[in-house]
T-cell receptor
Framework: DAGVIQSPRHEVTEMGQEVTLRCKPI?????LFWYRQTMMRGLELLIY????????DSGMPEDRFSAKMPNASFSTLKIQPSEPRDSAVYFC??????????????FGEGSRLTVL | SQQGEEDPQALSIQEGENATMNCSYK?????LQWYRQNSGRGLVHLIL?????REKHSGRLRVTLDTSKKSSSLLITASRAADTASYFC????????????FGKGTKLTVNP
């Protein structure tokens, strides 16, 4: 299995620009999670989907952030407009959930975002 | 917040020694998981322990869970330089939540 695939691995952009991060989960997994990792705040859960439906987006920092999952094999996290404080590593993870019990998460290698 | 907190924040040991990392959390859980992250990489699942289990082993890893104290420990025996990484505990919330919340991790350095 190819694992969770994220793109781009690195992105450098200027403040105000739109950023789109992409994720392909493991085939057959029914839940997808977006996390953000910084030195100061650690790993923060931004949003998660179950069967392509957003279940909890309470971690999304503000309206500049949006996430979609149009089908079971693709998700995007968009930041518009981007700000320097959005600089972080963004991780996508997928899992096979059952009966609302959290199982093992499989993480991608992350997208390192730098906003100048 | 149900976020787990690892202790210590950093740990440096010699190859062959044992490494113990601790995790405390605040709310009742269904299970607790430990993950490892090598520098610049994604997190990798190590072991999951359910709330009705007290101890679990996997190779050189031993995890304990004390739900009365809301704490867990991860023991790595006979450490190797390749064990150098950050280790995170993660908890869900009892009651059906699928959210997995991570602590800030313990950075382990194993010196050859």
């Amino acid at each position: 299995d190819a694992g969770v695939i994220q793109s781009p691995r690195h992105e450098v952009t200027e403040m105000g620009q739109e950023v789109t991060l992409r994720c392909k989960p493991i085939s057959g997994h029914n839940s997808l999670f977006w996390y953000r990792q910084t030195m100061m705040r650690g790993l923060e859960l931004l949003i998660y989907f179950n069967n392509n439906v957003p279940i909890d987006d309470s971690g999304m920092p503000e309206d500049r952030f949006s996430a979609k999952m149009p089908n079971a094999s693709f998700s995007t996290l968009k930041i518009q407009p981007s700000e320097p404080r959005d600089s972080a590593v963004y991780f996508c993870a997928s899992s096979l959930m059952g009966a609302a019990v959290t199982g093992e998460l499989f993480f991608g290698e992350g997208s390192r975002l730098t906003v100048l | 917040s149900q976020q787990g907190e690892e202790d210590p924040q950093a740990l440096s040991i010699q190859e062959g020694e044992n490494a113990t990392m601790n995790c405390s959390y605040k709310t009742s859980i269904n299970n607790l998981q430990w993950y490892r992250q090598n520098s610049g990489r994604g997190l990798v699942h190590l072991i999951l322990i359910r709330s009705n289990e007290r101890e679990k082993h996997s190779g050189r890893l031993r995890v304990t869970l004390d739900t009365s104290k809301k704490s867990s420990s991860l023991l790595i025996t006979a450490s190797r330089a390749a064990d150098t990484a950050s280790y995170f505990c993660a908890t869900d919330a009892q009651g059906g939540s699928e959210k997995l919340v991570f602590g800030k991790g313990t950075k382990l350095t194993v010196n050859p």
